[in-house]
């Protein structure tokens, strides 16, 4: 998958100022990640995330107006390599859609890795800003 500069920016400005805890958001388009949708993180500590349900269901409700599709769920790992853990892999149902983790642990470099639901594998996708 590739994404814009753009979009790219835009998503890690937003993962940055959700630290300490970590940030979540949707990346959406067309086939490509045209645009970075951020989310409010509603976990009460800072290593997990969760979306309010009522946040989730406006935005598929907005994604059938707008026609786009979900390409990947973002989070950040704020102080954790760009691997899923094992509340990842438990929680992203979304066989259709895509997994990007940003690592975070130097806010200046941030790493990301991207995974798709194979089965009931986590299998890692080239992903790359361009
Ligand atoms: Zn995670």
Redesign the pocket.
């Known amino acids: 998958m590739r994404i814009g500069r753009q979009v790219w920016d835009e998503l890690v400005a937003h993962l940055k100022r959700e630290l300490p805890g970590?940030g979540v958001g949707a990346l959406l388009g067309r086939g490509q990640a045209v645009r970075y949708h951020p989310l409010q993180n509603i976990a009460m500590d800072q290593t997990h995330?969760a979306v309010s349900p009522t946040e989730w269901v406006s935005l598929l409700h907005e994604l059938e107006t707008t026609q786009e599709r979900l390409v990947a769920i973002v989070?950040s790992?704020p102080s954790a390599p760009p691997v899923?853990?094992q509340?990842?892999r438990e929680q992203f149902l979304y066989p259709e859609s895509n997994l990007l983790?940003v690592s975070l642990q130097q806010p200046d470099k941030p790493v990301a890795a991207l995974y798709r639901k194979i089965g009931n594998r986590l299998e890692r996708q080239e992903f790359f800003t361009i």
């Open positions: 970590e995330f989070h790992h899923p853990s509340e990842d983790i």
